[in-house]
């Protein structure tokens, strides 16, 4: 089950609201209890297999937190264990077949030691989030939680189960012990979430269609048409709004979905469009992993006080190897990787220097490129695609195609870029200066008026069953 699906949207989150502030009301154990329940059953809709690899993540996790706490003389051995189960678990069922298929390539023949396993939704991010808490126990930043249930809860609860933000313990330990139920609070859950689906559905799903058709513009023989040059560079631009808006879409619905029931989330991407460096994009960019990897990675391999681009290197690899078991991601993250060496090494000072313009255009480029790369598991496309782009394959500049496809989506072009940016924090900052109870009354109105359309926009279009793919199945 996903959040942009008429199951989650008419039924099951509709269902758990009522039950959670009804039956539920008397305490928060029974409320935290009946969530435990909810998630399980989100989880299971989806993946009925995999439910007991979920459950049994988090009993391994909650008991190799205890023993760390419990035997701190043998604490490192406990984090061992507690690391290698996680990571174990992930690798066998995320690059288990890929490592395999490397080494069938090296030998020259099937060694048929591939496994028939599918890739449980969700896993990088649940493995991550347990991953984190065993290491905070092991470090004693977060508390040992001796409640199986509060553990339980904490790894599985739906709103950021399948698709992140990745929350740390010491995060929610309080809210999951003690939270605060307000209408206001409910309220900005509700339009967090309502945007987040639009985010999704109008504009990440307008702009995968473009980026499908042109990317998937191949003749019988497999051979690249005569795609023009700029159309290709349409179809990598479409690919970066799609990515950026459904990525951050689906963090705005988990962190509305938190609130809804008492969470407070921490904002996973703060308009990455707008930086002007690499170093800065992947700063705004899905926070929450970015700062796994440095606390729980680059840091402990000495950060910026010795061996910094060999960490730089690691983590990055790393990075590329977390989005996916293929060529492509590894490349992409090498890609990152010496982008970032460069910039330490002083194309950081050279950008801050010059003007606005030029930086922004760098990183604009750059996450083109980057994002070409992260969308095509084949290499000898990615070659082909990357030839036509930098007119090496001999296509022509443009033609009547791009201009029919561009002004078909010029209004959904001008509208996300416009998103790129924070216009709503400016249109919500001059509406709230305004003086008076009527015009304050008018503002909530219309916002409400406003995010009703938008849910019955969206909802039309789940209805007759639009484009809608998920990207995070390799997650």
Known sequence: ?????????????????????TVCRFSIRLRNIFL???????YGWGEPYYILLLIGSCVFNWAVALALSKWRNADRIWLVIGCAGNLGILFLFKYWNFVISVLD?????????TLPLALPIGISFFTFQALSYVIDVYRRTAPVQKNLLNVTLYISFFPQLVAGPIVRYCTVEQQIHHRTHTWDLFSSGCVRFVQGLAKKLIL?????VIADNIFSMTNAGHRFMAVPVTLEWLGSFAYTLQIFFDFSAYSDMAIGLGRMFGFHYHTNFNYPYLAKSVTDFWRRWHISLGSFFRDYVYIPLGGNRKHQIFNICIVWLLTGLWHGASWNFILWGVFYGVLLI??????????????SFFSHLYLLFITLIGWTIFYTTDLGRLGGYLSVMFGLSGNPLTDTQLSITFLNRIFWLAAAILFCMPVTQWVKGRLQRLQGEGAQALVCVGTALMNLTLLFVCTSMLVGDSYNPFLYFRF
């Open 1 to 21: 089950m996903v959040f942009s699906s008429i199951a989650f949207l008419f039924y099951f989150l509709p269902i758990v609201l009522l039950l959670y502030y």
């Open 105 to 113: 390539d090296i030998l020259g023949f099937g060694t048929g030691l």
């Open 204 to 208: 990440a799903n307008s702009f995968a």
């Open 36 to 42: 435990l329940a909810a998630s399980l059953f989100f």
């Open 342 to 355: 460069v910039e330490k090494l002083g194309l950081l000072k050279v950008l801050e220097k010059i003007p």
